[in-house]
C-alpha cells in the first residue's frame, strides 16, 4: 500500500512539472533585482499571509476587550531553479544578497514583502541551471500598499482623535491613566470643540483667538506629559496610554495649524515610517514627513499610535 501510495504521490508531482512546462506562470515573481519568469516561478510558496497578534482581555459580565498589535507576516520558504546563460551569475547575486544581509522586496502576484534573504542554498548542475532552496524573513508586509485608502477631509480626521481623549476622561477601557493629565485633556477637548463652534464645525472657519487657545491648551497638556512620562519611565503599564493620548494631541495640532489639510489616519503599534512612506507615497525616504506630521522623530517608535499621513508630503513642514 505504502508503494503504492509513493508511486501515486510521484506521478502526480510528475504531472505538476509537466503542467508547469507546458502552461509556465505569468504571475510576478521578484525579489530584489532578481525576476523569476515562466518555470521558475515555484509552483509551491508556502507561508504567505501571516497573523494578526491580538491582545485580549476578559471582563465580568461578558465583556472582552480585544486590542490588534499589527499583521506579522510569516517566514516565506521554497524551492526553484535557475535557467540561461544568466543562471549562475543570478544565483550568486541571490547568495550575496544573503551575505550582505541587505533588505529587499520579495513580490509574488498580489503580495510583498520587505525582508531578507535568511538562508540560500543552491545546488549548481551546470553554468545554465541551478536549483536552489531559499528562505526569505518578512519584516513588513507591504502587500495591496499601491491602494492606501480614500481621503478624508480635515474635520473626519479630527473625529478619531477627539473622540479617543474623550474615551480616556471617561475611563472607557479602564486602563491606568495619571490623573494629572485628565484635567489637561479635559482643558484640550473644551478648547477645541469651543473653537470648532465658532467655526461651524469646520475646522478653516476657526477664529484666531479660539485657534489660539486651543493650540496653548495643546502646548500645557505636551509639557505635562513629557513630565509624567520622565516620572513613570520605568511603567510600561501607564507609559503607553500617555503615548497614546500624545499621538491623538499631536493630529489635532496638525489640524489645528494646517486646517485644509486632507490625508488618511491609521492606529498602528510600533509603526515602521518609512514602509509607510513607501506605501501612501510610493518613496520610503519621504518618511520624514509623516514624522513631521506626528511631531516624531524616530522612523520605527515603539507604542501604539494614531498617525496622520498627510496627502501632500509637504504639509507638514509648514506646522513647524
Not at 478653516?204 to 512620562?229: D, P, V
Request: hydrophobic share 45%; glycine share 8%; aromatic share 8%.
Amino acid at each position: 500500500m505504502g508503494t503504492a501510495l509513493s508511486a501515486l504521490g510521484s506521478v502526480a508531482s510528475a504531472a505538476v512539472n509537466i503542467a508547469r512546462l507546458a502552461f509556465p506562470s505569468n504571475l510576478p515573481f521578484s525579489l530584489g533585482p532578481i525576476t523569476f519568469k515562466g518555470v521558475e516561478i515555484p509552483a509551491n510558496l508556502p507561508g504567505l499571509g501571516g497573523m494578526q497578534v491580538l491582545e485580549t482581555h476578559d471582563f465580568p459580565g461578558g465583556i472582552r476587550t480585544v486590542k490588534a498589535f499589527g499583521p506579522f507576516p510569516r517566514e516565506i520558504s521554497w524551492k526553484g531553479i535557475l535557467l540561461g546563460n544568466q543562471a549562475l551569475p543570478r544565483s550568486f547575486a541571490i547568495d550575496r544578497v544573503r551575505a550582505a544581509g541587505s533588505e529587499v522586496v520579495l513580490t509574488y502576484g498580489q503580495y510583498q514583502y520587505s525582508g531578507f534573504v535568511a538562508e540560500y542554498i543552491g545546488e549548481v548542475k551546470n553554468q545554465w541551471y541551478v536549483d536552489y532552496t531559499l528562505t526569505f524573513m518578512p519584516r513588513v508586509d507591504l502587500s495591496g500598499t499601491q491602494q492606501p485608502g480614500s481621503l478624508e477631509d480635515p474635520e473626519q480626521l479630527m473625529q478619531t482623535p477627539l473622540t479617543g481623549l474623550q474615551a480616556i476622561i471617561s475611563n472607557t477601557f479602564g486602563i491606568t491613566f495619571p490623573v494629572q493629565l485628565i484635567t489637561q485633556i479635559t482643558n484640550v477637548l473644551t478648547t477645541v470643540m469651543a473653537a470648532l463652534l465658532t467655526g461651524q464645525g469646520l475646522i478653516q472657519n476657526i477664529n484666531g483667538l479660539e485657534r489660539a487657545a486651543a493650540l496653548a491648551s495643546i502646548q500645557t497638556f505636551n509639557a505635562a506629559a513629557q513630565t509624567q512620562l520622565l516620572q513613570h519611565s520605568l511603567d510600561p503599564i501607564t507609559v503607553s496610554p500617555i503615548l497614546d493620548a500624545m499621538s491623538m494631541v499631536a493630529v489635532i495640532n496638525l489640524l489645528l495649524q494646517n486646517s485644509t489639510v486632507a490625508g488618511w489616519q491609521v492606529q498602528l503599534v510600533n509603526p515602521d515610517l518609512p514602509a509607510l512612506a513607501a506605501q501612501y507615497y510610493g518613496d520610503a525616504t519621504l518618511w520624514t514627513s509623516i514624522a513631521r506630521a506626528n511631531s516624531m522623530s524616530d522612523p520605527t517608535p515603539v507604542g501604539t499610535f494614531n498617525l496622520i499621513i498627510p496627502a501632500n508630503p509637504q504639509i507638514a513642514a509648514t506646522s513647524q
